[in-house]
């Protein structure tokens, strides 16, 4: 049975979707290379992704599109990741086990607030904000992890339920035992709790090298093709260059909002849910300094609200070819949202002044390269009309033979390998929906 299947982006969840259909689509990419978020930014002999990403998946995608075929190109790092406690003081991540590198007086609160909770019930906890306090006690939540939260969340941790705290691979955020956490609190010894221990990243090519054996194992893509328009009863698509088609069934990557901005029939129900649907947007102010080996481990994250980034990463430090031969690759992850515009007023300014301030940056330091990069998708927000607003939009899309796949289709907290997964799962849910055969998909 011939079936008219589209595809509406060509990151990794769009293009693993084709590659497990197995048989013939076609798929479409607004931008004029393949893997959405999985692309790096080679400028000047500096490469910069679009955030700080590495690879850590040990499923079978990640196995089938990235270790076998990528296996003599990958770097593996034990991954050294740092706090900023203000100032030029640092620790180890995560600070619930790491405590020693705080104010003595700073971390005897935190371990004798967390003393209280231990072994506590988690009673009354809807928030993630009632989570952390149950978590962790009174000063390890407010002053780190509620702190970060409303950094790069952009809302109050009270309007976050705590579904995407978990993951099948560890928590994002971790619970310690007591002994762990009396045992950060006086030993300098850094301690190792986190979901992200060991990670692999290309040789070269950046990030965006790991989408090359699924890019090319799925031929035809149109490049600089996007999604115009969409009505969905007639199952019709209209794209940038003028292209129409029409569809049995249409997989999209696309993020919903946007989605349901482009689809002129959509009903006042469904517009209104993607219209409340939360998300954070990310600005890189990217540089390029004359210098080998700034700032501490692979990245650091920032608590301070008065530092304009959250998190700053070194890729040179993922690679070397990510910065010509005696230089640093310096990537400051800026968030900001409908909720919390980004101030773009000096921003560069603003973040080389934070980097000095945290003595990341030396006032010596020569900077050769300033480049930007604009994420206006980066993180879903997990608040607590998401799951009754993604189920209406879900439901309408599947009733028009519309198949949401990936971070922004799925609207979750995905990794690039889960995305992978997403592709696979949604390609199997085609071929069963349409009756196209189990033996289609690969």
């Excluded at 595809?7 to 497990?20: Q, R, T």
């Excluded at 990419?29 to 080679?42: F, M, N, Q, R, S």
């Excluded at 705590?162 to 002994?179: D, F, H, K, Y």
């Excluded at 090319?216 to 328009?229: E, F, I, K, S």
Aim: aromatic residues 10%; proline residues 5%.
């Amino acid at each position: 049975m011939a079936a008219n299947i589209l595809i509406f982006g060509a990151g990794p969840a769009g293009l693993s979707a084709a590659y497990h259909l197995g048989r013939a689509c076609e798929v479409f990419e607004k931008e004029a290379y393949p893997g959405g978020h999985c692309h790096t930014h080679l400028v000047d002999g500096f490469g910069f992704d679009e955030g700080a990403h590495v690879f850590f998946g040990r499923d079978e995608c990640s196995e089938t599109f990235v270790k076998r075929p990528l296996a003599g190109e990958l770097l593996a790092h034990t991954a050294e990741i740092w706090n900023n406690y203000g100032g030029t003081r640092t620790g180890r991540y995560p600070v619930q086990v790491n405590a020693h590198a705080l104010p003595a007086d700073l971390a005897t609160r935190c371990v004798l607030d967390l003393i209280d909770v231990a072994g506590q019930p988690d009673t009354d906890v809807r928030s993630y904000e009632d989570w952390c306090h149950a978590s962790f006690g009174k000063t390890f939540a407010n002053e780190f992890m509620l702190r970060y939260a409303r950094k790069v969340w952009t809302v109050d941790p009270a309007e976050l339920n705590t579904e995407w705290v978990g993951s099948a691979v560890g928590n994002r955020v971790s619970r310690p035992s007591l002994e762990q956490v009396i045992r950060g609190a006086i030993d300098a010894e850094p301690q190792e709790l986190n979901y992200l221990t060991r990670f692999s990243y290309p040789k070269s090519g950046g990030f965006g090298r790991i989408i090359a054996p699924l890019a090319g194992a799925v031929p035809g893509v149109r490049l600089g093709c996007g999604v115009v328009q969409i009505e969905s009863v007639p199952r019709r698509v209209t794209f940038t260059d003028g292209t129409v088609r029409t569809y049995d069934a249409a997989i999209s990557t696309i993020p919903l909002p946007t989605l349901i901005a482009q689809t002129v029939d959509a009903p006042a129900d469904v517009r209104a849910a993607a219209r409340r649907l939360m998300w954070t947007s990310l600005r890189s102010v990217n540089l390029g300094v004359a210098r080998r080996d700034v700032g501490p481990g692979h990245w650091v994250y920032f608590y301070d609200h008065d530092i304009p980034f959250f998190r700053v990463s070194f890729p040179s430090k993922f690679s070397p070819a990510n910065a010509p031969e005696g230089h640093t690759a310096v990537s400051c992850e800026i968030a900001y949202s409908r909720r919390r515009p980004l101030d773009e007023r000096n921003l560069v300014g603003r973040v080389i002044d934070g980097l000095c301030a945290t003595g990341v940056l030396r006032d010596s330091d020569r900077i050769v390269l300033e480049h930007q990069v604009d994420v206006p998708y980066a993180y879903v927000v997990y608040d607590f009309a998401r799951a009754e607003n993604l189920a209406l939009i879900h439901a309408w899309m599947e009733r028009t033979g519309l198949y949401p796949c990936g971070r922004f289709g799925e609207w979750g907290y995905h990794w690039s390998f889960e995305s992978m997964e997403s592709g696979r799962r949604v390609a199997a849910k085609v071929t069963e929906r349409l009756g196209l055969g189990a033996g289609a998909n690969r």
